[in-house]
């Protein structure tokens, strides 16, 4: 495993009680760094902690990211435990499988609730923070269903889409500060997420991507750990592809 220089370095990781989020802090802390999990499942911030065994490098805070008063309470919570160098905003839901014609509207409104103004709250209050920072660093995940748009699944491709150009937007506003923007876009990555879907658009990913495998959380945490660290200094509002070839642009 390559080894980043995340020392002295603490990272704030939304949805990070399990899947890509989960991932991400293990890196951080193989790279020596420290993380504050966000989440809204309390039992799961808990299991957490316990599992990636480093005492006073660890913090959780639950939070719901789709309240901005949840997310402001959070942020205060969390600076208790030092300032804060980066933000993954990680936390994401698929929505259900189902043609346009018949998605739930409350459905549709809860993956953009999530999906969207999860990233907006969350970029919105830390963006005053790490510009303080010598080094601030936001990534955003976003997905390749954002790129191509994935039939059976207009919510999540479209709250994508919107991550990806709300990424460059805010990279350009803070392209002349210390802090740099990204994003990522995964294809599928066999995680808890997948039970959100059904086996019909599992399959559809699939067969969507030329290395004939899905991508594995340690690739994500991996891109996604370099972006935090003061050695990405040029690259901001920018998309990086992590899509076994999927993506075309």
């Known amino acids: ?4 220089d995340m020392k ?18 293990e890196r951080v802390l193989a790279s020596g760094g420290s ?43 969390t600076l208790k435990n030092g300032p804060v160098d980066a933000v993954v905003n990680s936390a994401g839901i698929t929505g259900p499988n189902t043609p346009m014609s018949n998605y739930p509207v409350d ?16 970029c919105r209050e830390w963006t005053p923070h790490l510009k303080d920072r010598p080094a601030g660093r936001i990534v955003n995940i976003a997905s390749v269903a ?3 748009g994935n039939p059976n699944a207009s919510a999540y491709s479209a709250s994508k889409a919107a991550v ?5 937007s805010l990279g350009k506003e803070l392209a002349a500060t210390n802090v740099r923007v990204n994003c990522v876009t995964p294809a599928a990555v066999k995680t808890a997420i997948f039970d959100q879907m059904t086996p019909e658009h ?10 004939g495998r899905f991508g594995t959380p340690d690739e994500v945490a991996a891109m996604v750990t370099w972006l935090m660290t003061e050695e990405c200094s040029f690259s901001t509002g920018a998309v ?10």
């Not at 495993?1 to 980043?4: A, D, G, L, V």
């Not at 990806?164 to 460059?168: E, G, I």
């Not at 599992?202 to 290395?211: A, D, R, Y």
Request: with cysteine; net charge neutral; proline share 2%.
């Open 164 to 168: 990806m150009a709300m990424t460059k």
């Open 202 to 211: 599992i399959q559809f990913m699939l067969s969507k991507i030329p290395m």
């Open 1 to 4: 495993m390559n080894q980043y």
């Open 8 to 25: 002295g370095r603490h990272a704030v990781i939304t949805g990070g009680a399990t899947g890509l989020g989960y991932a991400i802090a």
């Open 35 to 77: 993380v504050t999990l966000w989440d809204r499942d309390a039992a799961g911030l808990s299991k957490a902690a316990a599992s990636l065994n480093h005492p006073g490098a660890v913090h959780t805070v639950q939070v719901d990211v789709s309240q901005h008063a949840s997310v402001l309470a959070a942020k205060e919570a």
């Open 240 to 249: 990086f592809d992590l899509s076994g070839g999927r993506s075309t642009y």
């Open 146 to 148: 954002g790129k191509d």
């Open 107 to 122: 459905a549709w409104q809860q993956v953009m609730d999530v999906n969207i103004q999860g990233v907006f709250y969350c």
